[in-house]
């Protein structure tokens, strides 16, 4: 276990990563590199991949049947605007031209976003955002090329760039908006906000454990406890809640054990991945996400979403899911069996649980069915709100962790 925490906290680290848990050093030593060895073990670790030409979607030609999305104009083009893509920065007044204008400034030059994590700059002072960093560099690695900033074209790598502690601070103090009681808060204490101090928050009724349905904002709480009848009910009447709480219960029990079972695979890998928005090509354009290429076991592989399934309309539903689905890009003569799924990783803010999901990918089964992507319960009670927060990001930045079971 030790391997893991360790490798996760590691923002030095290269994206994509094989993962051979205890007993293989190669591992442990790649997570403790310093900054300045880390570039060249960042080359010779992609996993046998070197030389293999691909198409991302950051050069080359984009995919057939789509376009990337300019960021700017997907929040201010409204009829296929998929309604929720309105940045925070965007909606800002006129009395807060100054911090907007600020945050402009220390966005990464390469996503627009301002960065909620560690921020990077080439030697020239261009700015990049941790993801958007190391994803340059896996591209640089899988193209067997020297990965290069966008801007200047200057070498890149773990050894040439440096933090820039001072845009990550400033980035923090800047405020941004409660999505409850929509009032501003320095980035850095939203989330204590969000979650313990807005009165506006979404809250549960202390009851809902013995089946009381009530959702209500945090400062109607005192008073829907006071008049709550679930505390009058008899045994008799709370026990089908209790049953449904037990369920739920064995059932994150089940996972945690396959899980465990999972971990004790010789195959492993995780890769932290970004998504980008694209639209399909249809009279209706539609918006889905799709990562660039990454390898693990010595294939190419994809992962491509889409919100609401694709229904028609998702901007006329309050409702709102992620699904997802993994697609191998690369032929294969044996089936390979694997379990897979998506978690938060070091460079996003999502708030996603644990659901795992297989597939058998064969010679001709290369794509998964698309799988709910878990998101916390929002407002409605369907993750929609943090599903909402994702999609007014200009990427969604995740780990998608794999495992081969070996026949
Ligand atoms: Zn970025
Ligand atoms: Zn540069
Ligand atoms: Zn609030
Ligand atoms: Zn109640």
């Not at 996760?8 to 293989?24: F, I, M, R």
């Not at 560099?137 to 966008?150: E, K, N, V």
């Not at 109607?220 to 008049?227: G, V, Y």
């Not at 919100?307 to 709102?320: A, C, G, K, L, T």
Request: charged share 20%.
């Amino acid at each position: 276990m030790s391997t893991v925490e360790s490798s996760s906290s590691a923002v030095q680290q290269p994206p994509s990563s094989t993962l051979p848990l205890l007993g293989d050093n190669q591992h442990s030593a790649l997570a403790s590199t310093s900054s300045s060895t880390a570039s060249a073990s960042s080359s010779s670790s992609g996993g046998g991949v070197v030389g293999v030409p691909l198409d991302t979607q950051n050069s080359g030609e984009p995919p057939a049947k789509k376009q990337l999305l300019d960021p700017n104009a997907a929040s201010s083009s409204s009829p296929g605007g998929g309604g929720g893509l309105s940045s925070a920065a965007a909606a800002s007044g006129t009395h807060e031209k100054l911090a907007y204008r600020i945050s402009t400034a220390l966005c990464c030059a390469v996503c627009l976003d301002l960065p909620k994590t560690a921020m990077y700059q080439c030697q020239m002072g261009h700015l990049m955002c941790a993801a958007c960093f190391t994803h340059l560099l896996a591209d640089g690695r899988l193209r067997d090329q020297i990965a290069t900033c966008p801007n200047c074209r200057v070498e890149i790598s773990k050894s040439t760039a440096s933090r820039n502690l001072a845009v990550e601070k400033a980035a923090s103090e800047l405020p941004s908006e409660c999505q409850f009681c929509n009032k501003e808060f320095p980035y850095k204490s939203l989330e204590r906000h969000e979650q313990h101090e807005c009165q506006e928050r979404p809250t549960k009724c202390k009851y809902h454990r013995i089946g009381c349905q009530w959702r209500g904002p945090f400062h109607e709480t005192t008073e829907h406890e006071r008049n709550c009848l679930h505390p009058q009910k008899s045994g008799y009447e709370v026990m089908a809640a209790l049953e449904a709480h037990d369920v739920m219960i064995k059932e994150e029990k089940k996972m945690f054990n396959t899980l465990i079972d999972l971990l004790s695979y010789e195959k492993i890998i995780f890769n932290d991945l970004q998504m980008k928005p694209y639209r399909t090509d249809e009279y209706v354009h539609k918006l889905f996400y799709e990562t660039a290429r990454f390898s693990a076991f010595n294939q190419q592989w994809v992962v491509k979403a889409r919100i609401n399934n694709s229904q028609r309309d998702p901007h006329q539903s309050n409702e709102r899911t992620i699904t997802y689905q993994l697609i191998l890009k690369t032929k294969t003569s044996t089936p390979m069996s694997i379990h897979f799924f998506a978690l938060k990783g070091p460079f996003s803010d999502m708030k996603v649980s644990t659901q795992i999901y297989k597939h058998d990918f064969t010679e001709t089964s290369t794509e998964s069915d698309y799988y709910v992507l878990p998101l916390p319960d929002g407002t409605g009670g369907t993750g929609s709100s943090e599903c909402n927060r994702m999609l007014a990001n200009k990427g969604i930045n995740f780990r998608l962790l794999m495992f081969l079971l070996n026949k």
